[in-house]
């Protein structure tokens, strides 16, 4: 939008390698995230989606750079201190505290800004609510009750206490109905007026190019393509393969 | 059948439940976050009595070396692999967490003479002794089960075997083959109808009940211990709060040593106990655990108190099979756990 002063750079991957065992999962994955910029990965089943988010957050060892903020984040570097640098991952399986309820399940969302001294979660607690006026009326619920939709708005706002820069969102559409899909793509586009950097994995890829500045392509392990959403989402290669009348899709 | 008797015994039972409980629930709170089989925790409470007994003894106990070694154990470690990545910020903090107390208490008690750490007030001969095992805990999580904590929870069993045993050696080398006995908290009985109840009994009960409802805010209310309860619930959701699953290893054991000692401390002035007396205490607060499908503390306490009864009841009327009933007890759980367990798996997913 305003080419004359670029925003900086909150993410800078370059030449990213991810292998199980032998397996390569991803090849020389390059992308760049912008300060307030929605940017997505799209790509069928098996492109290595979630692997790419997983070895971003630690949770996998990896080779290649990865700058963030400026500074490199090394393979090494461990998941808490990721967090505690303002990366925080909406995994596709949510990963919410079932048995606990859903205010204790956004609490800790904010539980290493708590642990650094920086006691404001009740004021972003209020912030998350303002959000998702959902999580304020099940509030004393356990998070293990609630619906679909709910759980994945859940899994967000628990993201969101923790006052991320890089908020990295795995396949919010997964499993949910049209509706909710609608909803919850509605919230990620507000979100960027919060000045949230996001990274978006989706297969639901009409969505995501919807909301997003910036896409690319996975496949396979490797980027296949890539420009601004509105490009790709005209490009007769991604119609045909992602935005098709649905009748293609071999996932 | 004397009502006296019958009273007389369930007090006894309650009392040794009472114990048993707190070591369950250690032993459930251990396993659901490290999902170590915490076999050594009786040897806590061991190492809780046998300390205070030096210390009232006069002399310095072998534990507050140990709790040393492994602080400078830990301080070579992380101090190494904090200079390896020139986060040098990190030093004092690694220094003074794992090795400020142990080097404190140890200037404290071999400053004293042995005759003023003997006449100690019992309240700080106590606070002392908590104060030497407790950093037990954390330090024992981060030299043994830290570096194999992605491990099967098998190989976790077989190495809380091992530490069991290299802890039991250890006791006897620091406190002898011999056993003993601590004062107790105060002295005298209390008259209730037919029931004489020694002031220990009371302490003991009160003690035990007053940690239970500290624990019950601590997992409720505090943000410390919700995060506890998270990293038992789902590890990766909890590592993706920036909860570290070495940090509440280390809590959890820490208390889990907090537990083992004040019970150790608690029952001393009832029994005499030996280095290695830990090992059927804990193992009976392990029955009580496994009640409670080392899951539910509720269930693993009020599991915990039956086993006390129990064994009571039985050293009574059967006392050649005293441990032989209490241990069986233990064949029947287990059949009904596999039973009902199928449910529970699928609720997990």
């Not at chain 2, 140990?66 to 470690?77: D, E, F, K, S």
């Not at chain 2, 007030?121 to 106590?126: E, R, S, W």
């Not at chain 2, 606070?127 to 830290?146: A, D, E, M, N």
Request: some cysteine; charged content about 15%.
């Amino acid at each position: 939008m305003n080419a004359a002063h670029e925003p900086k750079p909150v993410l800078e991957v370059s030449d990213l390698c991810v292998a199980y065992g032998k397996v390569e999962a991803l090849h020389k994955v390059s992308l760049r995230i912008r300060e307030g910029e929605i940017v997505t990965v799209i790509g069928p089943n098996g492109a290595g989606k979630t692997t790419l988010l997983s070895a971003l957050m630690g949770l996998l060892p990896y080779r290649g750079e990865v700058a963030y903020v400026g500074h490199n984040l090394d393979a090494h570097v461990e998941v808490e201190e990721r967090v505690g640098q303002g990366l925080t991952l909406v995994p596709e399986k949510r990963e919410l505290f079932a048995e606990m309820s859903v205010e204790d399940n956004l609490l800790l969302g904010a539980f290493h800004r708590y642990r650094s001294g920086l006691r404001d979660h009740a004021q972003t607690m209020e912030e998350v609510f303002a959000l998702f006026p959902r999580l304020k009326e099940r509030r004393t619920q356990a998070a293990g009750t609630l619906s679909g939709g709910e759980r994945q708005m859940l899994a967000m706002g628990r993201a969101l206490m923790a006052k991320p820069k890089l908020l990295m969102l795995d396949e919010p559409s997964l499993g949910l109905a049209p509706l909710i899909i609608k909803e919850i793509f509605r919230i990620v586009a507000e979100l960027k007026q919060t000045g949230v950097s996001i990274l978006l994995v989706e297969q639901n890829a009409r969505a995501a190019l919807q909301v997003a500045d910036y896409g690319y392509v996975l496949e396979t392990g490797e980027v296949s393509l890539e420009g601004p959403s509105h490009e790709l989402a005209d490009d007769p290669r991604v119609i045909e393969t992602y935005l098709g009348l649905g009748g293609k899709k071999t996932a | 059948m004397d009502l006296q008797i019958l009273l007389l015994l369930g007090q006894d039972g309650l009392t040794n439940g009472a114990i048993y409980a707190l070591l369950a629930l250690a032993l459930v709170l251990v396993f659901a976050v490290t999902r170590v089989i915490f076999l050594p925790q009786g040897e806590f409470v061991a190492y809780g009595a046998l300390t205070l007994a030096a210390i009232q003894a006069g002399k310095l106990p072998g534990t507050v070396w140990l709790a040393v070694i492994l602080g400078i154990a830990v301080v070579l470690i992380d101090g190494g692999l904090a200079l390896k990545s020139g986060n040098l910020k990190r030093l004092p903090r690694i220094v003074l967490g794992n090795l400020g107390l142990p080097l404190v208490l140890l200037g404290l008690i071999s400053g004293l003479e042995a005759e003023a750490l003997a006449a100690l007030a019992l309240p700080l001969q106590i606070l002392l002794t908590l104060g030497i095992v407790v950093p037990l805990g954390p330090l024992l999580y981060r030299l043994v089960f830290q570096p194999i904590a992605e491990a099967s929870s098998l190989v976790l069993l077989i190495v809380a075997v091992a530490l069991h045993m290299t802890l039991i050696g250890l006791g006897l080398v620091f406190f002898g083959a011999e056993g003993f006995r601590t004062q107790p908290f105060s002295d005298g009985a209390l008259e209730i109808g037919p029931l004489l109840l020694q002031h220990q009994t009371l302490w003991i009960l009160f003690a035990s009940a007053a940690l239970i409802a500290v624990l019950y805010v601590l997992f409720e209310r505090t943000v410390y211990g919700k995060a506890l309860r998270a990293t038992a619930l789902n590890r990766t959701g909890a590592r993706l709060m920036g909860i570290s699953t070495t940090m509440a290893g280390k809590l959890s054991l820490g208390l889990a040593a907090f537990i083992g000692a004040l019970s150790g401390v608690l029952v001393s002035p009832m029994t005499t106990l030996y280095y290695d007396s830990g090992f059927l205490i804990g193992l009976k607060g392990f029955v009580g655990a496994i009640i409670g499908g080392l899951a539910s503390y509720p269930v693993a306490a009020l599991g915990a108190v039956l086993v006390g009864l129990l064994e009571s009841y039985s050293s009574f009327y059967a006392s050649a099979f005293k441990e032989v009933i209490v241990f069986t007890l233990i064949i029947p759980v287990l059949v009904w756990r596999s039973l009902t367990s199928h449910h529970v798996e699928e609720e997990e997913e």
